[in-house]
């Protein structure tokens, strides 16, 4: 069992829809982060989270510590939102311990 | 520019072969971290680096791999004999590294990765 495992692994979407993507982790964590990649390999940040919740223009996450759980909210999505976003968890050492990513396409 | 930098882009070689990518970090981050991310799958952990001192390695960093920042500057990574399992996206990334109430100390910034193919 990985320690950060995410769903769905692909979504696909009709432009407008309410997008949430899930991660889940299982280490003791100092920092939870969800980032975007597009084709091509470049990874972008988007939060840095260690609780509550954040907002970004149409992108809101959340992380519950007791349950070891965060999400990845989309409002409105767009065509240009698709890629591939990932979650990843650090803890002391600082090195990012990755989920496997959600492959989101937004359709037209 | 002043993101971090990956050369080269892009690397095809024969197996048995040896290669080396170079990542250059932002300037005054004092960590850089390499790791590899194959098809359909996250990154993976390979080493970080504080300044010039390899803190930590992956057990998936075989006798083959070696990575060096000699001057706590830029990094290498070098792969031996390659083999067509190597074959992946090499990403580095740098981070801060220090203790800061108001600065994100710990978030690591992201190259645009070398995709190795070995044939």
């Known amino acids: 069992k990985n320690e950060v495992e995410q769903s769905p692994q692909n979504l696909t979407a009709q432009e407008g829809e309410f997008i949430t993507i899930n991660c889940s982790y299982s280490?003791?964590?100092?920092?939870l982060h969800w980032l975007q990649q597009h084709p091509g390999g470049g990874i972008v940040s988007l939060f840095m989270?260690?609780?509550g919740k954040k907002k970004h223009g149409r992108l809101i996450a959340t992380i519950n510590i007791q349950e070891k759980h965060s999400s990845l909210h989309i409002t409105a999505s767009h065509p240009r939102d698709s890629a591939v976003y990932i979650c990843?968890?650090?803890?002391?050492?600082?090195?990012?311990?990755f989920g496997t990513g959600t492959r989101l396409k937004v359709l037209a | 520019d002043t993101g971090v930098s990956q050369n080269p882009r892009h690397k095809i070689t024969k197996r048995g072969q040896n290669v080396t990518f170079r990542c250059d970090p932002i300037?005054?981050?004092?960590?850089l971290y390499w790791y590899r991310q194959t098809l359909g799958q996250g990154p993976e952990f390979l080493t970080y680096f504080q300044n010039e001192a390899q803190l930590e390695k992956s057990r998936l960093l075989s006798d083959r791999f070696s990575a060096e920042r000699p001057k706590g500057s830029f990094s290498t990574l070098e792969i031996q004999r390659t083999e067509q399992g190597d074959s992946a996206m090499y990403l580095c990334?740098?981070?801060?590294?220090?203790?800061?109430?108001?600065?994100?100390?710990?978030?690591?910034?992201f190259g645009p990765g070398t995709r190795l193919t070995v044939l």
């Open positions: 990843a968890a650090t803890s002391g050492t600082y090195k990012y311990i």
């Open positions: 280490v003791g964590i100092s920092a």
């Open positions: 990334a740098s981070s801060l590294g220090f203790l800061g109430p108001s600065r994100n100390y710990n978030e690591q910034f």
């Open positions: 989270l260690s609780s």
């Open positions: 300037s005054e981050h004092n960590r």
